[in-house]
């Protein structure tokens, strides 16, 4: 008899993480972007995706809001909103 | 072939013929020659295995997890201290339910330090989750290390085994063993075939965090597979006898002139080799005596235990061990056998004897049987030397 | 390799670099993990963040686990195409797991073994441990009365694991992400012990806000007090060179040495370890950009 002993990660989920964003979310304005990566490299979650100029975007359903990737762009091209606005939420 | 051998080099040969990928141990005395012999074949390429020498005994037992992690037979031993300075690393490869065979050359537990024989080291791992198998003689060390790796790895059990062995008396004894030939190993015992293994192919996560609400079932699930062990060793040793043509029974105890004896001695180890001179003695002057030897220490054999001494009517626990502070080990899992019981021994007398070494002779177990009377004791120590003792400390 | 969904603190450094690392290391790889912060977060029963084989033993031995793995990968001949990561805090690393490593470097075994070093028991609520620096306050080596936080400093790992004379050592920081994945990468191609220190800022037991992550990590390494650096077969390869700061830049922005801003002696040992670290070396660039150059 067996219990709970290993996890195949393709079975695994992943908790939405989402829900632990209460002030701040990230906003990508996908204008000014050069391609750089630095946000993709820097976000702690990993979450965040994208392939040339102003493809990048984080998925809300993980996004902690913990600011990383608005901080690090060299060109400001994400800003930090409130959670509670308007705008891509999913 | 038979061949006269030091216990420790029936040890080695035995292992070898299991064919394991990884070996990894620390030198600890009376364990020293079984990991000296195999890394001598390694060495001679006699066995194909990668001989981890590792800077703990912590390391060496994680080493083995390691290997039996990514899917590799792996092979450790250790004694006394290494045992219990590794105890974290065993009940963690219990819980993450790997198959591994381990030999204990039973030492005793510092302080003080004590190289020479008793079985305080494996009896207090006793709550490990590791199936516990004890040996009187080297053809059985043999014979149960062959046994181990099969119980162990089978995709029902996958939990690791103990083979225990005397230190001393059994490592360090030279008998006339029979060693079993390759190919007749290779038909008992067939490669390892993980039931789960590390591999880039098809990844996988082992050892993660159980919450409250994950946690007990895990415990639940190794209760129930000891379960199925005392129900599955039987079963091996039947395949081991058609093989090999030697016959463990039910592999979980022997029984010796027990059936229609009045006064039965119950032990585990090489104390029982002696305890057969003793019963053979005394049944030669018409005394109907008897010896239950308890080879599965872990799963207890409890309904085994109590079909074989319901009837009788005096049994004498001998003890090599101690559980300080409470009823010695084995004496507390006979008790526990009988407690609710109809038909039960009037008398479970508890002796312990042996510890660091103190040899046990056939006067001692001579004594055990005449202290076996209508009068029962608890924890009665043999061979005590009371003039080493003192009320208070001081000059 | 390393999914979104676990539940670290947002701004974890640790999950920054952990990512970096795998993803640099690549799916062929078998990772053994002490307990912490990261195993902590990324493996709790039935999820799991690791899209490559993954174990969790125990606190001390991620070393002798990955020996073993690494054992066995030889036993099976596929060691050449499969590599071995074990991964670890700074306590499970200098403290409790230094035994297992040093085992591990000695015997040679083709291993990466990353510390990921945020300088404090986190995981059990930021008590110190032998990699938290001078007069860190943590939980216990508290600032009171009598005491200014944790009086020794940091046990120089890297150091210690050159004794050895293992191929490689090297340290990283997440504020520069791409280099730690290039010094990962380099690692994994060399056959034998590496050891890959990676500095990783904990808002939480460091006490800084989350967006600062990056930027606290930079000043660590602009001022001086974690020099990046790399050494191949004992001789040093690479440094990051900088214009260095003061090490005030770095302190005020974080709670954990907030007691220390108006203590002048403080301040001034830790600006020796910085002015120290500097010097041993060269750090410092002659007006130049900051950029990794080559010795």
């Known amino acids: ?90 | 072939m038979k061949q006269f051998l030091e216990g420790s080099r029936a040890v080695a040969e035995a292992v070898k013929l299991c064919k394991p990928g990884v070996i990894s141990a620390y030198p600890i005395t009376p364990q020293t020659h079984i990991v000296e012999e195999l890394a001598q074949m390694v060495a001679d390429g006699e066995l194909n295995a990668q001989f981890v020498n590792v800077e703990s005994e912590h390391s060496a037992a994680s080493v083995v997890l390691g290997a039996v992690a990514t899917g590799v037979r792996a092979f450790t031993a250790t004694s006394s201290q290494g045992l219990i300075y590794m105890s974290e690393v065993l009940f963690n490869i219990a819980g993450l339910r790997l198959p591994l065979v381990l030999t204990c050359a039973n030492r005793a537990l510092s302080a003080p330090i004590n190289i020479w024989n008793d079985q305080q080291d494996s009896v207090s791992l006793r709550d490990s989750g590791w199936i516990q198998l004890y040996a009187e003689n080297n053809q059985e060390v043999v014979d149960f290390h062959l046994m181990a790796y099969r119980v162990s790895e089978d995709k029902t059990i996958m939990l690791p085994v103990m083979v225990c062995m005397d230190g001393f008396i059994l490592t360090h004894g030279m008998e006339s063993v029979d060693i079993p030939e390759a190919e007749k190993v290779d038909i008992f015992l067939p490669p390892y075939k993980p039931l789960y293994q590390l591999d880039p192919a098809e990844p996988i996560t082992m050892g993660l965090l159980a919450d409250p609400d994950y946690y007990m079932e895990t415990r639940f699930a190794i209760q129930e597979t000891f379960k199925d062990v005392l129900k599955f060793i039987p079963k091996v040793s039947e395949e081991f006898r058609s093989i090999f043509g030697r016959d463990y029974k039910d592999g979980l105890v022997e029984e010796y002139y027990t059936k229609d004896a009045e006064k039965v001695i119950v032990a585990m180890g090489s104390v029982c080799g002696t305890i057969k001179e003793v019963v053979d003695e005394l049944r030669q002057k018409g005394k109907k005596v008897g010896l239950l030897k308890i080879i599965s220490y872990r799963p207890f054999p409890y309904s085994r235990v109590c079909d074989v001494l319901k009837d009788v009517s005096k049994v004498a626990v001998l003890d090599k061990a101690v559980s300080l502070g409470a009823l010695a080990p084995l004496a507390v899992e006979i008790k526990a056998t009988f407690f609710g019981k109809k038909k039960s021994p009037k008398i479970i007398s508890s002796f312990v004897a042996g510890l660091g070494g103190r040899d046990i002779t056939l006067e001692s177990i001579r004594e055990v049987f005449r202290k076996l009377t209508q009068k029962e004791v608890s924890s009665e120590f043999i061979d005590l030397k009371p003039e080493l003792l003192k009320e208070e400390y001081g000059e | 390799m390393f999914k979104p969904g676990h539940t670290a603190c947002a701004g974890c450094g640790q999950a920054i670099a952990a990512r970096l690392v795998i993803e640099a290391a690549g799916s062929n790889t078998i990772v053994a993990n002490n307990t912490g912060c990261l195993e902590v977060f990324s493996t709790r029963y039935p999820e799991s963040a690791w899209n490559v084989p993954w174990i969790h033993s125990l606190f001390e031995n991620a070393a002798a686990v990955a020996s073993g793995i690494e054992a066995a990968l030889i036993y099976l001949g596929k060691k050449d195409v499969i590599n071995v990561i074990a991964q670890a805090g700074d306590g499970g690393t200098a403290d409790i797991g230094l035994q297992a490593l040093s085992g591990m470097l000695e015997r040679g075994h083709d291993v990466l073994y990353v510390c990921y070093d945020n300088e404090a028991y986190m995981n059990t609520g930021v008590q110190r441990s032998g990699l938290t620096p001078f007069n860190t306050n943590t939980s216990t080596s508290p600032v009171g009365e009598k005491s200014l936080g944790n009086l020794r400093p940091k046990k120089p790992m890297p150091e210690i694991c050159l004794a050895h004379g293992i191929p490689y050592v090297a340290t990283c920081s997440v504020a520069y992400p791409q280099d730690l994945q290039s010094k990962v990468k380099k690692a994994i191609s060399i056959k034998g012990p590496k050891y890959i220190q990676i500095h990783v800022p904990c808002p939480l037991g460091w006490r800084h806000e989350t967006e600062l992550t990056n930027q606290v990590d930079r000043l660590a390494v602009e001022t001086g007090l974690y020099p990046i650096i790399e050494y191949e077969n004992g001789v040093l390869v690479s440094r990051r060179q900088i214009e260095p700061k003061a090490v005030t830049e770095y302190l005020k922005i974080q709670g954990r040495f907030k007691h220390l801003l108006n203590n002048p002696e403080a301040i001034k040992m830790i600006q020796d370890i910085a002015d120290n670290n500097i010097q041993k070396y060269n750090l410092r660039v002659q007006g130049r950009e900051n950029q990794t150059k080559e010795v």
Request: hydrophobic residues 30%.
């Open chain 1, 1 to 90: 008899m067996f219990g709970p002993l290993i996890v195949k990660p393709s079975k695994a989920k992943g908790d939405k993480t989402g829900s632990w964003r209460v002030q701040l979310r990230p906003k990508f304005l996908q204008k000014n972007c050069i391609g750089c990566k630095m946000c993709l490299l820097i976000c702690p979650e990993g979450c965040i995706q994208g392939k040339e100029k102003n493809t990048y975007i984080t998925d809300y359903n993980f996004c902690k809001g913990c600011g990383l990737c608005a901080k690090i762009c060299p060109k400001s091209d994400i800003i930090m909103i409130e959670e509670t606005s308007e705008g891509e939420k999913k």
